[in-house]
Nanobody, 126 residues
């Protein structure tokens, strides 16, 4: 049984930063590609960022590239999303996701993740 638990969301002002964390329980964490998705009110869930199983590949949505950075610590079974220069349009529920297997970041973006967290709210005020 694999469980993903996000934390670190909150209310910030435009231009500030937040770091989201994703704690993954279960075995073989190092064999999962990980990603972050978000869903704003009235909109569909969208891809934000992904990192491959080894940590060597990463991919970002155009709207967050150069502002967000995803990383992972396989020794701690943790994934992170550092969000800088936040904008009001970044307001959404952010979900951590994992794809089982030795997949790259682009593969997670193309495939449907196997596991999802419950989400954490990020609100950016103008």
């Amino acid at each position: 049984q694999v469980q993903l638990v996000e934390s670190g969301g909150g209310l910030v002002q435009a231009g500030e930063s937040l770091r989201l964390s994703c704690a993954v329980s279960g075995r073989s964490f190092g064999s999962y590609a990980m990603g972050w998705f978000r869903q704003a009110p009235g909109k569909e869930r969208e891809f934000v960022a992904a990192i491959g199983w080894s940590g060597k590949s990463s991919e970002y949505a155009g709207s967050v590239k150069d502002r967000f950075t995803m990383s992972r610590d396989n020794a701690k079974n943790m994934g992170y999303l550092q969000m800088n220069s936040l904008k009001p349009e970044d307001t959404a529920v952010y979900y951590c996701a994992a794809l089982r297997g030795l997949y790259s970041a682009s593969s997670l973006r193309a495939r449907k993740p196997d596991y999802w967290g419950q989400g954490t709210q990020v609100t950016v005020s103008s």
